[in-house]
């Protein structure tokens, strides 16, 4: 009776455990959810009151991410109707054999999706050995933000400033990777971009930075742990993702979120850890 009772305990944990594995990697993989953020700050011009940012990030095409997924995921995003989009990095995942189809598939995936203002991107570390990466971001209308600036204007004379930075699988500097940047914001006396946003792939190498310029700072890389266990922190985080694996960090004066993304990476489930993309609501109020 007793061997029973234990082989029915044994025979119990083993269907949980199998239904488990397979809600997280069938099910949990293919949701998208929205993770909705207000950003007050005084800083925001009065023109900018309201703008809205959607952050997509570590989207792993080829990998648990087809174009079904993406068709979901530019749907709704233009439900949203943003005024500007963001792309963090990773948006093809290292071990995809990306062919022409699937390469044309992005560009004109993303293409669809629709901003009022401007859509950015930078490189992840999976991305850095791609060379369409710079093709599929063009023919999506985004603009390449690696090591760059852009100022924005919109309904006004105030602008906004947004910079990127790649990846850092590279071994270069974040300070050197923003040298231009930096320089444009000091060569105002008074005047220019009073609100400064910065696109960081890996979140950790913020602790590298020098003067931290920055009002707000939006980060990928680590999928907020991919796969976690209720009331625990993430077990399992990457190189330069485990100090701010996420959602919302203050650093010194910038607001720092870390997006949990949208795909996998390493392994192919996802466990208390829905994949998402974020929208953030400025305003001076």
Avoid at 99 to 120: F, P, R, S, W
Avoid at 180 to 209: Q, R
Wanted: proline residues 4%; negative net charge; glycine residues 6%.
């Amino acid at each position: 009776m007793k061997n029973h009772k234990i082989l029915s305990i044994f025979i119990l944990l083993i269907i949980v455990i199998s239904l488990v594995l397979a809600y997280s990697h069938f099910i949990a993989t293919q949701m998208i959810t929205l993770h909705e953020y207000k950003i007050t700050n005084e800083n925001i011009p009065e023109n900018f009151d309201g703008l809205k940012i959607i952050q997509i990030s570590d989207i792993h095409y080829g990998r648990m991410f087809d174009k079904n997924k993406l068709n979901r995921l530019i749907k709704s995003i233009n439900e949203q109707e943003p005024d500007i989009v963001v792309l963090t990095g990773d948006l093809i995942d290292k071990d995809t054999n990306l062919t022409t189809t699937m390469a044309n598939e992005l560009g004109e995936g993303l293409k669809k999706i629709q901003a009022n203002v401007a859509k950015y991107a930078i490189t992840g570390n999976h991305d850095y050995k791609f060379d369409e990466w710079q093709n599929i971001i063009e023919t999506g209308n985004f603009e390449n933000l690696n090591n760059t600036y852009d100022t924005i204007y919109k309904n006004g004379y105030s602008s906004i400033l947004i910079a990127g930075v790649s990846t850092v699988v590279d071994k270069q500097n974040i300070n050197d990777k923003l040298t231009s940047t930096i320089d444009y914001i000091n060569s105002f006396e008074n005047g220019g971009p009073v609100y400064k946003i910065l696109l960081i792939h890996e979140p950790d190498v913020i602790d590298k930075l020098n003067n931290n310029k920055f009002d707000l700072i939006l980060a990928g890389h680590t999928h907020g742990g991919q796969v976690r266990l209720p009331f625990l922190p993430p077990i399992i985080l990457p190189t330069n993702g485990q100090k701010y694996p996420g959602p919302y960090y203050k650093i010194g004066n910038a607001d720092m979120y870390v997006s949990n993304g949208l795909g996998v990476s390493t392994i192919d489930f996802r466990l208390f850890d829905t994949p998402s993309y974020n929208i953030y609501r400025l305003t001076n109020k």
